[in-house]
């Protein structure tokens, strides 16, 4: 289901929702794409956007004539068979040129083709088609050595790659970074892993070496250096410690992977840049045992001073002065920094100006650093223009939800009506807790109200 809101000067929201009733019916339609959403279609790469645009032009072929034969040129891995199954262009059928140019961008859409090349030959009792096709390289099979601990089922699937599909160094080599994660992921953060075959021209099979190295497993994490956060505290935000041994041994949290302890290191960091440690530093080390399989890992913090707030500004606001604003602002002058405050400020902002109207308001919060650990915030505002709603256009795929229905949840968002933040933010909310429609992702696509701003007019990220 779509609709959309049009405003003055151009500007649009659009709500896109699917309503499972719809397709549940019967007579529903076309079937459901997976998990019962909507189909689901790739960004058409840029051959399809040629086809697809009516270019480049195939000759002038009567539409109607009937199709004599269609012949394939110039494949070596892929079958005939399996070319004209992607087509609907086939022998004894009208040819009909939006239908051809279809077929051509399904096959690109394939990327086993680097060209193709159509032919044509008219004659008064039809016409007959050839497509000479340049096959991109296919690989032929995907193979795993000196694997030991991880099996080629559960590499296969991690790896991205599989027999049938187009050969190229890209694909291999992402490939190859995705079964390293995986490795690290458990604990084999050590491993190294080779392309044998497959980056060569004339390759068609590809081929890791593994080297699997030994499994890290976490002992104990500790954080030291800490003196204004208590160490509890630090370990609650990280995300890899210590499991509980179980029968079958230990949990996979006690796996230790130096891409979640650089991930923990980061998380550190950024919560004492929250709390205004702007010269905050976060090292990591890790001892082993003596048999290189256990791990305590230690988190060494230099905090530094905490910054304060020498003076808040606001500047280009035109319908209040600075001064009527400021008391209303939690980040205040001689306070320590906090982001959460500075966050709060900024959407209030935002907030007093969108439900007057000023929907594409921007607020943006600058730091300016100053000498002795303090900090001036001014907050930038762009309070933009005043938009009303000029019209409603609904249009509901099936029918089986009525327009009184989808717009009852909208409530104040009529046309005529000046575009108010807090009235989008709860049709929003009523749209995704009305029971009508999908609000399960993994489904389909759930209700959401997207606004299209003027071309004049950039919408920062809101908050």
Request: with cysteine.
């Amino acid at each position: 289901m779509q609709f959309a809101l049009q405003y003055l000067s151009g500007v649009f929201i659009t709500l896109t929702a699917f309503s499972p009733l719809a397709l549940g019916q019967m007579g529903g339609g076309m079937p459901a794409g997976p998990g019962g959403g909507a189909p689901a279609f790739d960004e058409p790469k840029f051959a399809d956007r040629v086809y697809e645009s009516g270019g480049p032009r195939v000759p002038k072929v009567k539409d109607g004539a009937l199709i004599l034969s269609v012949v394939i040129e110039g494949n070596q891995s892929l079958s005939d068979n399996s070319i004209m199954a992607v087509l609907e262009s086939r022998e004894d059928r009208a040819f009909d040129h939006e239908i051809f140019n279809r077929d051509i961008a399904k096959l690109y859409r394939t990327n086993l083709f680097k060209k193709i090349e159509p032919y044509f030959t008219e004659t008064p009792n039809g016409v007959h088609i050839k497509l000479v096709v340049h096959e991109r390289p296919i690989v032929r099979q995907v193979s795993f050595l000196g694997n030991k601990r991880v099996d080629d089922r559960a590499l296969a699937k991690h790896c991205g790659i599989s027999k049938g599909d187009a050969l190229d160094p890209i694909s291999i080599n992402s490939a190859k970074s995705r079964l390293i994660e995986y490795y690290q992921d458990k604990g084999m953060n050590n491993v190294d892993i080779r392309v044998m075959t497959g980056l060569q021209p004339g390759d068609r099979d590809v081929e890791f070496l593994i080297s699997e190295g030994s499994v890290e497993r976490l002992n104990q994490v500790d954080v030291i250096g800490n003196k204004d956060f208590s160490g509890e505290l630090l370990k609650s935000k990280l995300k890899m410690r210590p499991g509980f041994p179980t029968i079958k041994g230990v949990l996979n949290l006690n796996r230790v992977s130096d891409n979640k302890i650089e991930e923990d290191r980061q998380n550190l960091m950024a919560y004492y840049r929250q709390h205004g440690y702007f010269d905050a530093r976060v090292d990591c080390k890790k001892d082993f045992n003596e048999a290189g399989d256990w791990v305590d890992v230690t988190y060494v913090i230099y905090e530094g001073q905490r910054y304060k707030i020498r003076s808040v500004g606001i500047s280009g606001t035109k319908l209040y002065q600075p001064s009527e604003l400021l008391p209303y602002m939690l980040a205040k002058e001689g306070e320590y920094f906090y982001l959460g405050n500075k966050s709060k400020d900024e959407r209030f902002l935002y907030e007093l100006y969108g439900v007057q109207g000023h929907y594409f308001c921007d607020v943006v919060g600058e730091l300016v650093y100053q000498p002795d650990n303090q900090v001036d915030i001014i907050y930038n505002v762009g309070e933009g223009d005043i938009y009303r709603i000029s019209d409603v256009r609904v249009h509901i795929d099936g029918d089986y939800t009525k327009q009184r229905v989808v717009l009852q949840p909208l409530d104040k968002i009529r046309p005529g009506s000046i575009i108010n933040s807090r009235n989008m933010d709860d049709a929003s909310r009523r749209l995704r807790f009305s029971q009508i429609f999908n609000t399960d992702p993994s489904q389909g696509t759930v209700p959401t109200l997207k606004v299209e701003p003027p071309e004049d007019v950039r919408l920062s990220e809101r908050f």
